[in-house]
């Protein structure tokens, strides 16, 4: 029976709710030490000096080490693991990355010593007896203050705090259509600085083996491949063959475990040190200060407009915060996976961006949810709107006037990226339907005569998944290639392991890899297992984000299933007598065409391992394939987000009291996991838009959102029930016809929102809003827009 | 400060030692291998922790172990009768509501306590209800789902027609 295209319930769900998930800090080794992470409370410093000696000798310490110790051991810093080049061809500044800070610290929560102990309670307590010495400095965290002479400097490598400078498109051109445009519409935007917060707070177990002199880290990983190779080539100096990583069951990603991160070095380094396995498990405030953030970006943006509002040209000059230390992908995301998608939805023939990436004292900024995408998507959705405003245009309107139509794909961006498919405009009616965009005005009224006000707000979007072809992003910087592996291992009995690159911590893997496979080789799901997360079984893998599991794993597994079958089919037309052309492979049969002779899949996989009588010079024995996966194109999901909102004019507290989100995602594989990526993107989108917003003190670089009781995560009263629908047009280029679901909420979500509480203030004559929209900050612009103030 | 404990924990009786500080969290996850009890944040906001204290819904992170002392303690483990799930488990199976399954523990013991003080909570009561418990992945709308299949079960009625397609078991 068919599955794909169905709701099957997910095979990972029975584990987690009866408690038995694995997750890394469920696990205990023998023998096992527990190590502190003493952090830096100050945005910057010098260390004059680290005295251990009383924490080292406090009870059930077994050692405490400092940064200097680590390098004098010949411990290497965090590589980056791409490479971007300025305008004028130089490349980026690359400061060094300690595992443990040496001589200055340059964030809160910079990692400072370890203390490990017999118990946790024990090194935590004896964290509070190293003595270090500080010599404060001036710090700077905005990234925007950072760029400004005379600012702290925050790395000696990066004179005036600039790591790279870097730029898209055909500045002549742009400028050229900006100078005849009929209208020339002109913006100011932040994106707000915010922390993934995976409900899994990270943690590392590192372990030595000394009679083989293999280590092992388990890790809250998303990618166990590129943690072995980070660490083991960069950092530890320790072979592949003798470095096994594990990412069990993990609990939430996001991009923030992507990285490879100082805790996992050191709780391997001290485990070979001490030959005992060392467990670290963050507590959320470490969480806070030491998981990579995301987003923080000051733009400006102009589009120009033709008479007839088309749009001629689009330019954009943007400033992203790296914080003080480059982490694993950081360099990409304000270039590759932000300029790259400022054509969006739209036909504008010219466009240029540049980006200047700055150094600050904050926590390093790399991938969050999207990455680059929401940011892109959310100045472009933001300026059409600002834009339809002006003109006295619908902007659902504008943006129909202005979509790259169904017939045009494949279609060439002015900024690189080639579209293979999409249909913009039937998304887009799809969602203005499903929402009851006409009937809107109604409600605007009845909402005032409740004190409401209103509003309505849509956002297209265009984003690049499938991450990605190797030969593309190698030629952009990445220092890493971004294929996927696959080995299809199938059993006498005809069960099936699947070992499979790609990682699930929260997407279903288990269940959607199973109705691929299932499907393809007719065999129950019951009979297949999907292995992921350790590298000791399997193939080298690059692990999940950018939404490139299904797209680029599941292809994957794809290719290594057409390997078993036309391998199947040579055993089959051997047990058959037949010619290897006359045999045809389906619903999990091998039959000779036009006859009724056939063999089971199950009946060719043991002989496969029974090979009494197969001719062993023409045909080898087992069935067990390998692929790997290198795509030729990213995929280009898409889709139409509509959200109607109500703010309350005397409290400024908003509620989200519809949201409707078509999407273009290709094939769809199961429709409950993907609504499932829907709903959580939204949220996440909406916790942007509404709530969410990481804050450091301008004056000292205090992280002053360090918490739950400080940031706001989305809680379920915060959320409506959502509204999903798709239109499916097929990936033309991976053999799925996937296009990728995991980010498509982050992205959509925080310009729609967005656009709505604009159009609803936009009776008081308010036509931008930042992120995050608090209803202090409603409050405030509603009681300047009530009551103006004098100017002088 | 160390003392001897004795409680019920999923209808056993156990005893530990503790120091005056441990966390009943701790003791469960650290002493006796509940790891199906999660902790998410250290200020009591997340609800990775919820467990059962005499029938009442505790964040186990907020408790010193010593203050379970004699008490009555209900974890995720002692939900599911054998190998099948409490309906409220299975009704979280059916709407696909958990994703990395790390807050799921926290989520169906703060569900079984709402249904215990309201059977038949209507959508806005349990998004107001789950304020105590994060979720990063799901966006929470299966949950709700989720927990009004689980209650209209539990109080002995016919789910409600499930929304994804989703074929009973």
């Known amino acids: ?792 | 400060m160390q003392k001897t404990v004795s409680l019920s924990v999923n209808g056993k009786p156990v005893s530990a030692t503790v120091e005056g500080r441990t966390l009943l969290v701790q003791l469960l996850r650290e002493q006796l291998g509940l790891t199906g009890t999660h902790v998410g944040c250290d200020t009591s906001q997340c609800g990775a922790c919820v467990v059962h204290v005499d029938g009442e819904a505790v964040k186990a992170c907020t408790l010193l172990a010593v203050q379970a002392d004699g008490h009555s303690v209900l974890t995720i483990e002692g939900v599911a009768t054998g190998d099948t799930l409490h309906p409220m488990q299975e009704a979280f199976r059916n709407n696909h509501a958990l994703q990395c399954g790390f807050c799921t523990p926290g989520m169906v013991m703060s569900a079984l306590d709402l249904v215990k003080n309201n059977p038949k909570p209507t959508e806005r009561e349990i998004r107001e209800y789950l304020e105590g418990n994060l979720c990063r992945c799901t966006g929470y709308h299966n949950i709700v789902l989720a927990i009004a299949e689980g209650a209209a079960v539990m109080r002995g009625e016919a789910p409600p027609p499930n929304v994804h397609g989703v074929a009973a078991e």
Not at chain 1, 475 to 501: D, K, N, Q, W, Y
Not at chain 1, 509 to 529: K, N
Not at chain 1, 774 to 789: A, D, G, M, N
């Open chain 1, 1 to 792: 029976m068919a599955t794909i295209g169905t709701p099957v319930r997910r095979r990972e769900d029975y584990r987690f709710l009866i408690g038995r998930g694995t997750y890394t800090d469920d696990i205990n080794r023998p023998g096992q030490l527990y190590a502190y992470i003493l952090r830096s409370p100050h945005a910057h410093a010098r260390i004059t000096a680290i005295d251990t000696s009383a924490a080292s000798a406090a009870p059930g310490i077994v050692a405490v080490y400092t940064g200097a110790e680590m390098a004098a051991d010949g411990v290497g810093g965090l590589p980056c693991g791409w490479q971007v080049h300025s305008k004028d061809g130089s490349p980026m500044a690359e400061p060094p990355h300690p595992v443990l800070a040496i001589d200055k610290v340059r964030h809160v929560g910079d990692p400072v010593a370890v203390v490990i102990a017999n118990t946790m309670a024990q090194a935590r307590d004896a964290a509070e007896l190293v003595s270090v010495d500080y010599a404060e400095e001036p710090a700077v965290a905005d990234p925007v203050e950072a760029l400004k002479p005379g600012a702290p400097q925050v790395r000696d490598e990066a004179p005036g705090n600039v790591c790279y400078d870097w730029h898209l498109g055909d500045l002549a051109a742009v400028d050229a259509a900006i100078g005849k445009a009929a209208r020339v519409v002109r913006l100011d935007l932040t994106n707000n600085r915010l922390v993934p917060n995976a409900m899994e707070p990270r943690a590392a177990i590192g372990e030595f083996n000394r009679a083989t002199g293999e280590y092992t880290l388990y890790t809250t990983s998303q990618n166990p491949h590129v943690i072995r190779l980070l660490m083991g080539a960069f950092v530890l100096n320790i072979p592949e063959a003798r470095l096994r990583v594990v990412a069990p069951d993990v609990g939430g990603g996001f991009g923030s475990k992507i990285y490879h991160y100082a805790e996992e070095a050191i709780v391997t380094w001290a485990a070979g040190k001490l030959g005992r396995p060392v467990k670290w498990t963050a507590e959320r405030s470490e969480s806070f200060m030491s998981d990579a953030h995301g987003r923080d970006h000051a733009t400006h943006v102009e589009l120009a407009l033709d008479g007839e509002a088309r749009f001629l040209a689009l330019k954009v000059s943007t400033i992203a915060n790296m914080g003080a230390y480059l982490s694993t992908f950081a360099p990409c995301i304000p270039t590759y996976l932000y300029g790259t998608l400022l054509a969006g939805t739209y036909t504008t023939p010219a466009i240029y961006v540049e980006t200047k990436a700055v150094f600050t004292h904050t926590v390093p900024v790399d991938a969050y949810r999207g990455a680059g995408r929401p940011e892109a998507t959310f100045l472009l959705e933001r300026i059409v709107d600002l834009a339809a405003d002006q003109i006295g245009m619908d902007p659902a309107e504008l943006r129909r006037r202005n979509f790259i139509p169904a017939t045009a794909f494949p279609y060439q961006t002015p900024v690189a990226l080639q579209y293979d498919s999409g249909d913009y405009g039937t998304t887009l009616e799809l969602a203005l339907k499903a929402a009851d965009y006409h009937g809107f005005e109604g409600r605007r009224r009845e909402a005032m005569t409740r004190g409401q006000l209103r509003g309505i707000g849509i956002a297209t979007y265009i984003e690049a998944c499938g991450i990605a072809p190797s030969a593309v992003v190698g030629s952009l910087g990445a220092r890493a290639g971004l294929f996927e592996s696959a080995a299809v291992r199938v059993h006498p009995t005809g069960s099936v392991s699947v070992l499979t690159g790609s990682h699930s911590h929260g997407q279903g893997h288990e269940t959607t890899f199973s109705q691929l496979v299932s499907d393809t080789l007719g065999i129950p799901m019951e009979s297949i297992e999907i292995v992921h997360g350790d590298t000791a079984k399997i193939p080298y893998g690059m692990g999940t984000y950018g939404s490139r599991s299904l797209a680029v794993g599941g292809s994957a597994i794809v290719k290594a299933m057409d390997k078993v079958i036309a391998k199947g089919r040579k055993i089959a037309a051997h047990l058959l007598e037949a010619a290897e052309a006359d045999v045809e492979f389906k619903d999990g049969k091998f039959s000779v065409a036009g006859t009724d002779r056939s063999k089971s899949f199950g009946e060719v996989a043991l002989t496969a391992y029974v090979p009494h009588n197969s001719p062993h010079d023409e045909l080898e024995p087992g069935l067990d394939e390998t692929a790997f996966y290198d795509p030729k194109n990213f995929t280009f999901p898409s889709g139409a987000h509509i959200a109607e909102v109500e703010i309350d004019l005397e409290t400024g507290q908003v509620a989200v009291v519809n949201f409707t989100a078509s999407d273009d995602f290709g094939r769809i594989i199961n429709p409950l996991i993907v609504e499932g990526q829907v709903h959580g993107g939204l949220a996440q989108g909406i916790g942007q838009a509404l709530l969410e917003g990481c804050v450091y003190d301008k004056a000292s670089g205090q992280l002053l959102t360090g918490s739950y009781n400080d940031y706001a995560m989305p809680r379920a009263d915060d959320l409506p029930a959502f509204k999903l629908s798709t239109n499916v047009t097929l990936c033309t280029h991976n053999p799925l016809g996937v296009k990728g679901c995991g980010e498509a909420g982050a992205i959509g979500a925080p310009a729609a929102i967005t656009n709505a509480l604009v159009d609803a203030l936009k009776p008081l004559g308010v036509h931008h809003l930042d992120m995050p929209a608090t209803p202090e900050k409603l409050w405030r612009v509603i009681q300047e827009h009530r009551t103006p103030i004098a100017a002088e």
